[in-house]
Nanobody, 125 residues
């Protein structure tokens, strides 16, 4: 089970840090990702990170502003969001997929079988 937190209301240019904590074991064997869904839009990929943190990917629009990281000891994945823009407003979801060490990176909604409940990020002045 995944529990996301850290969303809120922030002004443009501001920062937030999202957290997603897993319950149960084997977090270190899961590929993790953040997705987001704005009102009336499909859920979209934001960032992902492999089991060890050695491979990280971002959607183009958040590169240089968002940072994904994980702490396997704390069973938590983070999304540090800086320089937030109006268009970053969305419900943010963390997602997990149990993988083998040599698995490829995953980017699609259908690639993931565990989801957090979502946390709302609103960027507004």
């Amino acid at each position: 089970q995944l529990q996301a937190s850290g969303g809120g209301l922030v002004q443009p240019g501001g920062s937030l840090r999202l957290s997603c904590t897993a319950s149960g074991g084997s977090f270190s064997r899961h590929f993790m990702a953040w997705f987001r869904q704005a009102p009336g839009k499909e859920r979209e990929f934001v960032a992902n990170i492999n089991r060890s943190g050695s491979s990280i990917n971002y959607r183009d629009s958040v590169k240089g502003r968002f940072t994904i990281s994980r702490d396997n000891a704390k069973k938590t994945v983070y999304l540090q969001m800086n320089s937030l823009r109006f268009e970053d407003t969305a419900v943010y979801y963390c997602a997990a997929r149990h993988t083998i060490l040599t698995a490829p990176d995953y980017f699609r909604v259908d690639d993931f079988d565990s989801w957090g409940q979502g946390t709302l990020v609103t960027v507004s002045s």
